[in-house]
């Protein structure tokens, strides 16, 4: 399948486009992403085809625009692989950038670096970075996997992150802002999985699975020199920093709010951590607000007797009792008389010493059983999708996942509908292709990756094999870049992704 993904890109490069495409790798026009970098205009893609051993890309002050962004596409996905060096690239001063399918190992520094070059009224801004991967670094100190200095507007999807430094993140934030981590992997991650500190703010995690991520899965918050906020003057380490329908599985302690305000964790399904479930800090004291009006609301919390004792950890110069517990689920699954957390207020409509009743614990099927004492538990309305992007009803349940027994709804929709894209990558037209086993409304939508919606087709069928065909005249319109293509069948939901060169 890998050739196939390669020849058909080279196919496609071939034919004339409306913007450019560098090819990138030895035996092509540029040999190294830094060279390519140079040349890119906005609109451009650079395709990087193998890896020429070299050292640190790096790459300034690369500019896309809000209408046509640039595009760094590996042409076999996670098998191109940056190995070595102290970081495998650095960004600097970059906007509107898309990054797909990339693998970084083995960095004695960072992995990737991405920072507003020290400037800090002019961050780096709208950077996605879908389907990469970073794997095992050779170093066990303060390294981290992507580092964020000054990142405003990142997306960072569908990404998997393992085998972290023993000393680092596996994402670092330091005064970054609106961001958005979906549908992301965590394993076995050092000091943390996502650190969001330096005044961060408005970072949305949401739909991420951590497995042991570390000593604090994710680091609400942090310890920043007053050197490196962004912006300055800042005088809390994050804030609004929301947390949901996430999987933490280990860790020492999953959730840890460090001198952060007006955060929250809501929604999120947490399996034995290994010490505490909760901590409550301050790291930073001088000048900064306190650790306070944070929020811990419809969680599951599942835990085992070592993590029962006390289950939150509360250090000095916090302000705990401004937090907000409520309808949270607590179980200790090895003490059944267990009378529960250490809470620092009183929680309203909390549950505890009930069984949630996952569907399989034992191969990390968390999803409920119908009977659990966790649906229709919570506090709504929820406005975001659950893990299996299913919407949450209201009153939703507790935990990362809304049971759908009484409604007929697939629990995976995303792959509850064998969908065919082809061909793809595309420069003129391509067809999707489903199977219904009877009548059925379908809808076709083609969403630009950023979100916005492009194209829609919407007919009733009969059961049968199609082949739905978007044209040239369709395509026209569009910019060259990574579009969703989501089919709804009925209640099902089906989604792809098609990469548009032209």
Request: proline share 4%.
């Amino acid at each position: 399948m890998k050739y196939f993904y390669l020849c058909l890109i080279l196919t496609l490069i071939s034919t004339k486009l409306s913007a450019t495409v560098l090819n990138v790798g030895a035996g092509f026009t540029y040999s190294t992403l830094s060279d390519a970098a140079q040349a890119a205009e906005p609109g451009d893609t650079i395709l990087v085809n193998n890896v020429v051993q070299d050292d640190t890309q790096w790459i300034s002050e690369l500019k896309g625009t809000s209408d046509n962004w640039i595009y760094i596409i590996a042409t076999d996905l996670q098998e191109i692989v940056y190995s070595g060096n102290t970081e495998a690239w650095h960004l600097s001063d970059c906007e509107y950038i898309s990054i797909y399918g990339f693998k970084f190992e083995g960095q004695t520094g960072n992995g990737v670096n991405i920072d507003d070059a020290g400037t800090f009224d002019t961050p780096s801004h709208h950077i996605t970075i879908e389907r990469c991967e970073w794997g095992l670094m050779n170093a066990s100190a303060n390294n981290d996997q992507l580092k964020l200095s000054g990142v405003d507007d990142i997306i960072i999807k569908d990404c998997n992150f393992h085998d972290g430094s023993v000393g680092g993140s596996m994402v670092d934030m330091v005064g970054c802002h609106d961001g958005q981590f979906y549908d992301n992997y965590f394993y076995k991650a050092g000091s943390n999985a996502i650190q969001a500190k330096g005044g961060s703010k408005d970072i949305w995690i949401e739909r991420n699975c951590f497995t042991e991520a570390g000593q604090r899965a994710i680091n609400i918050g942090g310890s920043t020199g007053t050197a490196f906020f962004r912006p300055q003057g800042i005088n809390y380490e994050s804030s609004n920093i929301y947390v949901h329908s996430n999987i933490f599985v280990g860790s020492q302690a999953p959730i840890a709010f460090v001198g952060t305000v007006n955060s929250e964790v809501i929604n999120n399904t947490i399996v034995n951590p290994g010490k505490w479930a909760i901590r409550i800090l301050q790291e930073t004291v001088d000048g900064m607000l306190e650790c306070s009006n944070n929020i811990f609301r419809n969680n599951i919390v599942y835990i085992q007797d070592f993590a029962s004792n006390p289950t939150i950890n509360i250090g000095p110069n916090t302000l705990p009792e401004t937090f907000e517990f409520s309808n949270n689920l607590w179980y200790n699954w090895q003490n059944s008389s267990w009378q529960g957390p250490n809470l620092p207020v009183a929680e309203t409509d909390g549950i505890i010493g009930q069984d949630p009743l996952f569907v399989d614990y034992a191969h990390y099927g968390y999803e409920l059983k119908p009977g659990s004492p966790a649906i229709g538990a919570g506090k709504g309305p929820i406005t975001w999708k659950d893990r299996h992007y299913n919407d949450y009803k209201n009153p939703p349940s507790i935990g990362a996942y809304e049971d759908t027994s009484a409604t007929g709804v697939e629990e995976f929709a995303e792959e509850s509908i064998d969908l065919k894209i082809s061909p793809n990558p595309v420069n003129s037209s391509f067809k999707v292709s489903f199977n219904l086993i009877k009548d059925e409304n379908v809808k076709i939508s083609l969403c630009y990756v950023h979100g916005e919606k492009t194209v829609i087709w919407e007919q009733r069928l009969e059961a049968g094999d199609f082949n739905i065909e978007f044209t040239p005249a369709q395509l026209s319109v569009l910019a060259n870049g990574i579009y969703f293509v989501k089919l709804r069948i009925g209640n099902n939901i089906g989604i792809g992704k098609v990469i548009l060169l032209r």
